[in-house]
């Protein structure tokens, strides 16, 4: 049953990393028994650079695929399928190794498995664009690694240019090049949102590479001390910025929903949201149904809980 904002319902809604795409629930499951087959069959099938981003990421995310990826590898040894999963994979379980702690307070043995996974990754990457040069899926899980191996910013720019070269406005590149762009890695405030900005500004209308300033707000947001994000997403320059962000992606009549899309209608609530622009939340709640993100409501405490709690509050104000 659809979401309806009349519907009166109170059932909590619960993060779905397949973002209600049945396609992607099958990847997730062939990924999870070890079924390569299945798996590689449907991934060579998928030809468009974003949609294939978004269905990699979800085998990024399935747990277990160490444990059999070198079996199709060796039953593969002419494709670069099977290593384009293995370092994508890796990247995500790199990261997992390191936890969500700080960097002082991670381990040293955290940050050896952390270091010893991602250039395992790397390497896997660096043979599929060695030998597919073209593979922007590749280039684009280059620049997520980019900020773990600490890589130098021409470096950086280097693998996303690669990449959007290939495929100009390649949407999971551009978020993990403002992710490396951050303050809080290797850029400032002032570089991200340059960036942020020109992207969008440059996006076709319709795409969802608008909202890269969506998420640059969220950023910064994430980046203020206790006390001085409350008023953040309420001021009259951000709201304005977010609003024109809906209006150039999710609003506008060119906009298709294509897998993963409920990423964004996720950011746009949650910004709206919290900067009680409860007409234009609401809005993005009754467009995204139950199909709750885990990013951006983890900063909240339990994903689940914040986007319902503040679901809550949009449908009654907006």
Same mark, same amino acid.
């Given at each position: 049953?659809?979401?309806? *904002?009349?519907?009166?319902?109170?059932?909590?809604?619960?993060?779905?990393?397949?973002?209600?795409?049945?396609?992607?629930?099958?990847?997730?499951?062939?990924?999870?028994?070890?079924?390569?087959?299945?798996?590689?069959?449907?991934?060579?099938?998928?030809?468009?650079?974003?949609?294939?981003?978004?269905?990699l990421d979800v085998c990024s995310e399935?747990?277990?695929?160490?444990?059999?990826?070198?079996?199709?590898?060796?039953?593969?040894?002419?494709?670069? *399928?099977?290593?384009?999963?293995?370092?994508?994979?890796?990247?995500?379980?790199?990261w997992?190794?390191?936890?969500?702690?700080?960097?002082?307070?991670?381990?040293?043995?955290?940050?050896?498995?952390?270091?010893?996974?991602l250039k395992t990754a790397e390497d896997c990457l660096d043979e599929v664009v060695e030998r597919d040069p073209d593979e922007v899926v590749a280039w684009s899980f280059l620049v997520t690694s980019a900020r773990g191996r600490q890589v130098a910013p021409e470096e950086a720019w280097r693998r996303f240019g690669e990449a959007t070269r290939r495929h100009p406005a390649h949407l999971r590149t551009h978020l993990q090049m403002l992710q490396y762009l951050c303050a809080k890695w290797f850029g400032s405030e002032e570089e991200m949102f340059a960036f942020a900005r020109k992207a969008a500004a440059a996006a076709p209308p319709g795409s969802p590479l608008a909202l890269a300033v969506v998420s640059a707000h969220i950023e910064q947001w994430l980046s203020l001390d206790a006390g001085e994000d409350g008023d953040y997403f309420d001021r009259p320059d951000v709201r304005g910025e977010l609003r024109t962000a809906a209006d150039r992606s999710v609003r506008h009549p060119a906009f298709r929903r294509r897998p993963?899309?409920?990423?964004?209608?996720?950011? *746009?609530?949650?910004?709206?949201?919290?900067?009680?622009?409860?007409?234009?939340?609401?809005?993005?709640?009754?467009?995204?149904?139950?199909?709750?993100?885990?990013?951006p409501w983890c900063y909240l405490g339990d994903e689940s809980t914040a986007f319902a709690e503040m679901r809550k509050v949009s449908l009654k104000y907006g």
């Open positions: 049953m659809p979401f309806s *904002l009349f519907s009166g319902r109170t059932r909590k809604p619960v993060v779905d990393p397949c973002m209600g795409d049945l396609a992607a629930a099958r990847l997730r499951e062939a990924m999870a028994k070890g079924d390569w087959r299945s798996a590689g069959s449907f991934l060579g099938a998928v030809t468009d650079p974003d949609d294939r981003a978004f269905y399935t747990t277990g695929v160490q444990e059999w990826i070198g079996e199709w590898i060796a039953a593969e040894p002419g494709s670069t *399928l099977a290593l384009l999963v293995k370092g994508a994979h890796g990247v995500r379980w790199a997992e190794a390191r936890g969500s702690a700080t960097a002082d307070h991670t381990s040293a043995q955290r940050f050896r498995e952390f270091h010893r996974r993963g899309w409920p990423a964004g209608h996720n950011a *746009l609530a949650f910004a709206f949201a919290l900067g009680g622009d409860h007409t234009a939340a609401k809005e993005q709640f009754a467009a995204v149904g139950d199909l709750v993100t885990d990013w």
